[in-house]
């Protein structure tokens, strides 16, 4: 009996979802990117986050389905100095690399 839930416990670990966000409104200059890696960090996320030049942030994150819709949530609200008023979610095929880190503003 135990080898068929070894074999489901192994499928659930290899289901990764991976999105890349597109975050506007106030949310430059209020602590975001740095509240995002907190909250990723926590959530044990993989990815990046980044100011873009047009004043939104981008991040992509990856994990499991259930905490990257956590993260999508947490993003919708932002930190309390931001005033989010668009998010947008692609899902991607980009690698998240092995860690959450911020990165240069392109």
Known sequence: MTTPQAVCDSSQASQ???VRLVIKGRVQGVFYR???VENATQLGLKGWVRNRRDGSVEALFSDSPDVVQEMEQRCRRGPPDAMVTGLQVFPSSDDPGTGFQRKPTV
């Open 16 to 18: 990764t979802k991976t």
């Open 34 to 36: 740095n509240w995002t």
